[in-house]
């Protein structure tokens, strides 16, 4: 089993930062990729960024040039930089992570962060 843990979420005022972590932990071997999703009251999820094991990242539209995501391998541990926020962007921030447990690949989702924007 595999569990992910997020942090970092809160209330920040418009034009804000926040940095939220992800840390996973559990049966391992590799996480493939690492990624941010959020979900806004009445909306679907969508996707916030990705990054590989090997460092390559994508971002939605949305947030390039504001959010950077990073990880650190040795640490099962992801980042997500948030700059110049909006509020609109209040949302739930979920972490997800693809991991080979050495027999298969299976998607795994934290509990989420809540990220308010508001003055």
């Known amino acids: 089993q595999v569990q992910l843990v997020e942090s970092g979420g809160g209330l920040v005022q418009p034009g804000g930062s926040l940095r939220l972590s992800c840390v996973a932990s559990g049966s391992i071997f590799s996480i493939r990729v690492m990624g941010w999703y959020r979900q806004a009251p009445g909306k679907q999820r969508e996707l916030v960024a990705t990054?590989?094991?090997?460092?390559?990242?994508n971002y939605a539209d949305f947030v390039k040039g504001r959010f950077t995501i990073s990880r650190d391998s040795a640490e099962k541990t992801a980042h997500l930089q948030m700059n110049s926020l909006e509020p609109g962007e209040t949302a739930v921030y979920y972490c997800?992570?693809?991991?080979?447990?050495?027999?298969?690949?299976?998607?795994?989702w934290g509990q989420g962060a809540q990220v308010t924007v508001s003055s």
């Open positions: 997800d992570s693809m991991v080979w447990s050495g027999n298969n690949l299976t998607p795994y």
């Open positions: 990054i590989t094991s090997g460092g390559s990242t």
